[in-house]
């Protein structure tokens, strides 16, 4: 083995991997990004040194690492340690994934092996989306984002299809070129005409769907949609008051106001003032949007703010809840949305996933102490309150229902599948990606919307704070958005889908299949190492 070559070679794949999420760049590098390091774990495996295993780990260990630093290191903004932290346990959990790829390459053979790199791995995307510790930002899968028109088959897989896709692509390749190099022919044309197949059909696939969708006609609505750009590290929950940043808000959303505007949409957490559930509907902010919006009888008011719910009794609260100083009560601290009219139907939804480090700490309900533990950015501190269930506002002179989705939670599909069986026939998301300045981060969480859009087919209005808002269309297309670190406001229509696609309906479907796979495959090779102790098979 050529240490030398190996080092490089990982750097490489590194380097490949990281490409996909950079807006100026493609999720085609996707395809042939693990051929470098799966030529490192061959030519390990086949050599002579001692601890293979580990030797691999160490080597795949450098490539992920080079990825997460290179797409993840914006998190560094908000906290230098938790953005040490995600990248060193997700490389080192790839990592893991890549050496259990080779351990039952080694025991099973390399029909299993090869396959098992694509069960294994979609398996642990399937974990991260679902388990307490969640982290869906480099599954292979959203590297397409920025490929809209390629992936347009998302509306039946989710993105753990482009994950399986990716990974079965790079394998096909690599056996393809090692076929070339041994002079096996007949192995060539095989998997020469595998490749051509799989590229032939879901490109034509994905290009039938589009020009299905592109051409959707259904009832539209006018939104305006501000982004008052607040600066979240001095201005938000310091230098400005909560009327001073309310009423920037009004103005830029004044810009764009007539009477045939059906929604103004704001940001997250656009009022910071301490709202309690229970007198909700006396507070002094809402009644300044309600006085705003009375000369457009048919608009609705969206807004996130931060809210508080009193719990007489610890026993009945969440375990997210923490005493009120000097009193008997417990509260609860929301991170939530309001829809506002001239009604008094005044609908609110409350952020369910949450920033991990940020908002939540995982394992809180073993570890209770650990409740105020978060990172203290200005605002509400400690693990926050949410509710288990989605919930979509009414619009209720037309029965049109929305989805209002918080920030993160837009990164997750099977999450956001749920307002869509709830009746959403279209996707309202705020978020604040002022934390992450003009970096990646902001322009990863943007595209990642776009999934959402033509997973379920619906049409998206997104407003942050600080960030990029856009209008997106139900096959990804972005048709109008703003700039980082602007005030503005842009108005716009967006058309309703009542429809329910295959992936709505049955979710990620393809990680419960392959986590079933995933756990056959262990125990396979489990099975084979204990008779290999035994004695029983050499």
């Known amino acids: ?143 397409f984002a920025n490929n809209i028109k390629l992936i347009q088959w998302y509306e039946y897989t989710g993105v753990l299809g482009g994950t399986v896709w990716c990974l079965t692509v790079n394998i096909i390749l690599f056996c393809l070129i090692n076929s070339f190099h041994s002079g096996k022919k007949n192995l060539l044309s095989i998997f020469s005409i595998v490749l051509f197949l799989i590229f032939s059909i879901t490109i034509a696939w994905s290009i039938g769907l589009y020009k299905k969708n592109v051409s959707y006609k259904g009832r539209s609505y006018k939104i305006v949609v501000v982004q008052p750009n607040i600066n979240p590290f001095t201005e938000k929950f310091g230098s400005l008051s909560c009327w001073q940043q309310l009423n920037k808000i009004l103005k830029l959303a004044n810009q764009n106001a007539d009477t045939t505007i059906d929604y103004f949409l704001c940001p997250e957490t656009a009022i910071v003032d301490s709202i309690w559930e229970d007198s909700i509907n006396t507070n002094q902010h809402l009644k ?23 719990y007489i009794l610890r026993d009945k609260t969440n375990y997210t809840a923490r005493k009120l100083e000097n009193t008997n009560l417990y509260y609860d601290t929301y991170n939530a949305v309001v829809q506002i009219d001239s009604s008094n139907y005044l609908p609110i939804y409350r952020k369910s996933k949450m920033v991990i480090g940020l908002e939540r700490i995982p394992y809180q309900r073993q570890f ?70 003009n970096s990646q981060g902001t322009k990863q969480h943007l595209a990642f919307a776009r999934l959402r859009a033509i997973e379920n087919r619906r049409s998206i209005a997104r407003s942050a704070n600080t960030g990029i808002s856009s209008f997106i269309s139900q096959t990804g297309e972005i048709t109008d958005n703003t700039k980082i670190g602007e005030a503005t406001v842009i108005k716009g229509s967006l058309m309703v889908n009542n429809e329910t696609t295959f992936y709505t309906l049955h979710g990620d479907y393809i990680g419960r299949i392959a986590l079933t796979l995933a756990i056959l495959f262990f125990l396979m090779v489990l099975a084979k190492f204990i008779l290999k102790i035994a004695g029983i098979v050499y």
């Open 1 to 143: 083995m050529n240490f030398k070559n190996s080092v490089f070679l990982s750097v490489l794949s590194g380097i490949l991997l990281s490409l996909a999420w950079f807006d100026w760049s493609s999720g085609l590098y996707l395809f042939i990004a693990l051929l470098p390091l799966l030529q490192v774990e061959k030519k390990i495996t086949n050599s002579e040194i001692k601890n293979k295993g580990r030797v691999i780990f160490l080597f795949a260990s450098l490539a992920f690492l080079i990825w997460n630093v290179a797409d993840t290191w914006w998190i560094s903004y908000v906290t230098i340690v938790g953005a040490s932290a995600v990248i060193l346990a997700n490389t080192f959990l790839m990592a893991t994934v890549f050496w259990l790829f080779h351990i039952t390459k080694r025991k099973l053979g390399n029909f299993i092996g090869y396959a098992s790199i694509i069960i294994y791995w979609t398996a642990f995307e399937y974990l991260f989306l679902n388990g307490e510790l969640y982290w869906p930002w480099l599954n292979f899968g959203n590297g």
């Open 368 to 437: 209770s102490f650990l409740t105020n533990s978060t990172i203290d950015l200005g605002g509400p501190s400690g693990s926050l309150g949410f509710q288990d269930n989605r919930y979509v506002f009414m619009n209720k002179s037309d029965g049109l229902k929305i989805a209002p989705i918080i920030c993160y939670e837009s990164d997750f599909g099977e999450y956001v599948t749920d307002y869509v069986k709830k009746g959403a026939g279209l996707f309202f998301i705020i978020t604040n990606d002022g934390w992450w300045g």
């Open 288 to 310: 300044k949007i309600r006085e705003f919006i009375r000369p457009y009888p048919k608009a609705k008011f969206i807004i996130g703010l931060t809210l508080y719910k009193k």
